[in-house]
């Protein structure tokens, strides 16, 4: 994996890196490290580099020197000027210490981040004694057996879904929604088994804030879901996707059939909380680029002052992209130009056409004009959109139109804007440091979680082989 891992770095043109800390049960620390990119044929990458012991303390200056160290080991060198790299985590302070003023982008995961916005917001609207009963009930039925079974019969009964009831555990995302949301789903069952139970039960009003709550959290579920993917482009949805949660938001408050207190009081603070902690997006080039080369979205989002930006910004990249190419070339060149200029002075002195031969070399265009550049992300963004489902990497790999954005797509697109690959690979750790295997020692921790990742990319790779 790591011969196939170092080929594709070679042509990629950027890296991105997600990173995150955790603590074993045995109290020992440890940081993950993923890579992302896109291949020239706009694949979408994604390795596990690293689930590294991670002892002492976790200081910006010891986490940027341990990430130095464990990308080296993949030919990945952070103060590298040959390609962008882009790290994303969570926005702890330690990170943002590690990453600040280096060679690389940081981007802070916007999952992460909405969920800091629904904190906020339930903290301000002060739903916790809402959810401390909805907590109670759902801790009950999952350690009373007796009740659980009562509730199941009671379910087929009424014929509901046989779903468990679902725990609100703070540091899991969307953890609220999906307690609100399945109580709802259950609440028959749940309402007609309460009084069994000795505990205490939810009022008419409360059920109906619970309803209204979910309705009003959902789209910041999907959302979550969407930005998680690790098989598409996800940064380029970030503006889409906050455009349609603000409209989502403006909606309900002023619509007439939207008019409930509580839920109006939740939907407003939760627009001052996501424009508190997303306005970063609205002034970063990163995301602004990463949204206009999708051809799934392009400008369609955006104000008019941001499409003229767009425009330009992609323009001047291209620039950039081409001024760059050309540098390795610019000695030769010169030399080829002055060895032609000799040949044509002395082909003027002894042929009949020669004057008119020297002077039309010197009067020939540059071998792309800038209006050319500036036409292609002109022409691109003044396009149709493809259908929202529809891929957009299959849609850059057979479009021939825009040879110079596609470059820039394959910078862009494979950025993740979630930290959730290294969320994952702590799951894995979690399961392989179980209670009964806490005496585990950390480099044999390591091999097991990379071993996990290794047997799936083999196992992939032999299915491949058989379906071709």
């Not at 689930?51 to 590298?80: D, E, M, R, V």
């Not at 309803?211 to 380029?236: G, H, R």
């Not at 989002?301 to 990249?317: C, R, S």
């Not at 392989?432 to 097991?448: D, F, G, H, M, P």
Request: glycine letters at 4%.
């Amino acid at each position: 994996m790591e011969q196939a891992l170092s080929h594709d770095l070679e042509t990629v043109k950027s890296v991105s890196l997600t990173i995150d800390l955790w603590t074993s049960q045995k109290q020992e620390g440890y940081i993950s490290v993923t890579s992302h990119f896109l291949t020239r044929d706009f694949a979408m990458q994604n390795h596990t580099l690293e689930c590294s012991h991670f002892p002492g303390q976790h200081t910006g200056t010891a986490i940027y020197q341990k990430l130095c160290h464990l990308t080296s080991n993949w030919g990945i060198s952070l103060s590298s000027t040959q390609i962008p790299i882009y790290v994303v985590s969570d926005n702890a302070r330690n990170f943002s210490s590690a990453l600040t003023g280096k060679p690389v982008v940081h981007l802070n995961c916007v999952a992460h981040n909405l969920q800091l916005a629904i904190s906020d917001a339930v903290a301000e609207v002060g739903l916790d004694s809402v959810l401390k009963t909805c907590r109670s009930i759902v801790g009950h039925y999952k350690h009373s057996t007796k009740s659980r079974e009562r509730l199941q019969s009671i379910k087929k009964k009424l014929g509901l879904p046989e779903h468990a009831l679902i725990q609100m555990i703070d540091t899991r995302w969307n953890s609220t929604y999906l307690m609100l949301e399945r109580l709802h789903e259950q609440k028959e069952a749940v309402s007609a088994d309460l009084p069994n139970c000795g505990k205490e039960s939810l009022t008419a009003n409360e059920w109906n804030l619970i309803a209204v709550y979910v309705k009003i959290l959902q789209p910041l579920f999907l959302a979550t879901k969407e930005l998680c993917k690790e098989s598409v482009p996800t940064l380029s949805m970030v503006r889409p996707i906050m455009y349609s949660i603000e409209g989502f938001f403006k909606n309900y408050v002023t619509s007439k059939t939207g008019v409930q207190g509580s839920g109006i009081t939740l939907a407003r603070a939760l627009q001052k909380s996501l424009t508190a902690r997303f306005q970063y997006i609205r002034d970063s080039h990163t995301h602004l680029l990463s949204t206009a080369l999708d051809p799934r979205f392009k400008c369609f989002t955006m104000e008019n002052h941001e499409i003229v930006l767009a425009k330009h910004l992609l323009t001047e990249e291209i620039r950039k992209n081409k001024s760059s190419l050309q540098v390795g070339n610019k000695c030769s060149r010169k030399e080829k130009v002055m060895e032609e200029k000799c040949a044509s002075s002395t082909s003027a002195n002894h042929s009949l056409w020669g004057i008119f031969d020297l002077k039309s070399k010197q009067t020939q265009p540059a071998e792309e004009d800038d209006d050319s550049v500036k036409k292609e992300a002109h022409d691109f963004l003044d396009g149709a959109v493809i259908g929202r489902d529809e891929d957009s990497l299959e849609w850059w790999k057979s479009c021939r139109n825009y040879p110079h954005l596609a470059e820039l797509a394959m910078h862009y697109l494979g950025i993740p804007v979630t930290s959730v690959a290294s969320e994952r690979l702590f799951s894995k750790a979690g399961l392989t440091i179980s209670t009964r295997r806490q005496n585990l020692s950390s480099s044999l921790v390591e091999k097991l979680v990379s071993l996990h990742d290794v047997l799936l990319f083999f196992l992939f790779f032999i299915l491949f082989l058989q379906i071709t």
